[in-house]
């Protein structure tokens, strides 16, 4: 079933002109460390397709190297016969990754996503000491709240409260941060 299943998608791929492909370098839940390869097409009646053309477990940290990944990703293209119709690879910033476009003179399209997460993540930390700022201002109110009396204040002003907002806002932001560390 497999084998059918492979011959059937390797027939499909040989019908196309262009693809692009994706890849990633993960780890498991247990440290172990994969590559894997997706590719990307239109078929002849224009349907978006795409396919998991390999997931091969990484042995140890040689195969990790620059060369290594870009040698397996020729094998990985060339194996599924797309190798020539590769137009572009969208991956992570990782340099390896970058560098092994290089070596197999594809175009690198760096994945939208994993680049927002990293603007994202950076702005986090610029922003760490005005959220230590405002939970001090979060504190000094509450205790202020707790201090005043709307019976005895001269003004007759009403006493200061936080409001779920308030608490929800502090609350997600502190999560947030904590989870960075």
Not at 23 to 41: G, I, Q
Not at 104 to 130: G, S, V, W, Y
Request: charged share 25%; with cysteine.
């Amino acid at each position: 079933m497999h084998e059918d299943m492979e011959n059937k998608l390797k027939d499909i791929l040989s019908n196309i002109r262009h693809c692009a492909a994706t890849t990633d370098e993960w780890t498991s839940r247990a440290n172990d460390h994969y590559l894997t390869v997706t590719c990307h097409f239109l078929t002849n009646d224009f349907q978006m397709k795409s396919a998991v053309l390999s997931t091969d477990k990484l042995q140890n940290d040689q195969d990790q190297t620059t060369e290594r990944i870009a040698s397996s990703l020729h094998k990985i293209l060339f194996e599924w016969g797309v190798e020539s119709k590769v137009s572009a690879i969208v991956t992570d910033n990782a340099a390896s990754m970058i560098k092994a476009c290089v070596i197999l003179q594809k175009r690198l399209m760096p994945c939208f996503a994993h680049t927002l997460n990293l603007i994202m993540q950076d702005q986090l930390e610029n922003i760490k000491p005005i959220i230590a700022k405002l939970e001090m201002l979060q504190n000094e109110i509450s205790a202020l709240s707790k201090n005043l009396n709307p019976c005895s204040d001269s003004n007759n002003d009403p006493p200061i409260h936080e409001t779920q907002e308030d608490t929800a806002l502090f609350s997600f932001m502190k999560a947030k941060l904590e989870k960075k560390k």
